[in-house]
């Protein structure tokens, strides 16, 4: 069965960076456009970036441009969030998820993907 496991998140000041890491297990994950998305407290789930199954294209929501980075390594069946300039905002839990489709114009709907990890949490202190 797939399954999907966050790790990496924690405690961080506002303007520090934490880098996210997801590992994968049991899917042709080269196939899989992943993405991570975020849950604050209290709110929706919401898309933070996707990356497609090569790599070559990512998209990124208007909050996380030129803060966060996605990227991932087919060999190891692992995806990343690297995330800098880190503010309170910020905080929730965040979720790596997947989907065997291209980072179009839905990939920000959590109901586009089919799979989900349990999440790992991130606190950003002001």
């Known amino acids: 069965q797939v399954q999907l496991v966050e790790s990496g998140g924690g405690l961080v000041q506002a303007g520090e960076s934490l880098t996210l890491s997801c590992t994968a297990s049991g899917l042709r994950f080269d196939k899989y456009v992943m993405a991570w998305l975020r849950q604050p407290p209290g ?3 919401e898309g933070i970036s ?3 199954g090569s790599g070559s294209t990512t998209a990124y929501s208007d909050s996380a441009k030129g803060r966060f980075t996605i990227f991932r390594d087919n060999a190891k069946n692992a995806l990343y969030l690297q ?3 880190l503010k309170p905002e910020d905080t929730g839990m965040y979720y790596c998820a997947a989907v065997r489709a291209w980072c ?3 990939w920000s709907r959590p109901s586009f993907y089919n799979y989900w990890g349990q999440g790992t949490q991130v606190t950003v202190s002001s």
């Open 104 to 106: 179009g114009g839905s």
């Open 50 to 52: 996707c990356i497609s």
């Open 43 to 45: 709110k929706e789930r």
């Open 83 to 85: 995330m800098n300039s």
